[in-house]
């Protein structure tokens, strides 16, 4: 294979060699375009090196930290921008996640950003993660996939069970692992339903669809659609009053808890009277059993000997 021209051929920036560059492109003053190796020390020199700016987010940084540590970061023309004086301006975000991951990442670095420039940074119209599926030639995860998905990781009553935020490409990782099961809940709840159709419902039913008999959830589904009074079985009445509850104005939250305690009984063949609140999830995903069955197995760390519980004797002295 034929080496790259030499002007295609790329330039990696490090350590001081980065600083430098900044400096010289601040010093002729020209907008500058190279690509740098950011180690977490240079993310905490430009950090402290910023334009007045919004405040952190840490739920942003969470995000970038998270797809760091998993191999999710790819360099792009998208890096971060320095103004005419050297100060960040652009990419807070991501040299404070560079810093909290403690990795080194390789990015594009323009200085020499106008105040015309950075008024019109971010601009834009973000990209919806339907759009981004489309973008990655994927047109069928719409926004009802991607509300579901939404619901399964919000709505649980159990921490270990939540997750409010990731950044998109976690979150298409995510979905494209949970499609069978999301596609399952949607199929069995076809739009139109009023009460049933909503995301909390569906996603209740994409939970169980992991550990409970498809049949058995099918069956759930259709009673909540169609409704029956004749030849009721154990368990129906409770899937019949938890359809009545759907056509109230429920929060989504109160409508997955309800419909939860209700599948499970459903499930188990037991007719409830009432819907007794939840705090544990009755469905875990593959990934969250597993995690519980790891902290499980692991042994609790000793307590140091700061930390050993005060004796009434120590108490007194």
Known sequence: ???????????????????????????????????????????RWFSE????????????????????????????HQGIGLDKSGKLADGQHRMAAVSQAGLTIQIQITVGLTEEDIRVLDGGRRRSLPDRFLFDGNPNMRA?????????????????????RMSDPEEMEWLTKHIAAIQFAIQALPEG????????????????????????????????????????????????KVRDQLAKQLKPAAVYLKVERALS????????????????ELFYLPEEQ???????????????ATMQEATPEDASA
């Open 265 to 280: 009984a459903f499930i188990a063949r037991q007719d409830l009277k009432s819907f007794p609140s939840l705090d544990k």
């Open 1 to 43: 294979m034929k080496d790259k021209p030499k002007q295609l051929r790329e330039q990696i920036y490090r350590g001081d060699e980065v600083k430098e560059m900044v400096q010289l492109a601040v010093e002729l003053r020209e907008k500058v375009d190279f690509i740098a190796e950011i180690t977490p020390e240079l993310a």
């Open 193 to 240: 339903r009023h009460g049933v159709s909503q995301s909390s419902v569906a996603a209740v039913l994409a939970r169980a669809y992991y550990t409970q008999p498809q049949d058995r959830l099918q069956a759930f589904a259709r009673l909540l659609i169609a409704g029956q009074t004749e030849n009721l079985e154990s368990g129906d009445r409770t899937a019949l």
């Open 144 to 164: 009802k996939q991607v509300a579901v998905g939404k619901a399964i990781r919000r709505l649980s009553p159990a921490p270990e069970a939540r997750r409010d």
């Open 49 to 76: 090196n910023r334009r007045q700016n919004r405040n952190i987010n840490q739920s942003d940084v969470d995000c970038w930290v998270s797809d760091m540590r998993a191999g999710r970061w790819r360099r792009t």
């Open 290 to 304: 597993r995690a519980i069955e790891l902290a499980k197995e692991s042994p609790p760390e000793p307590k140091s």
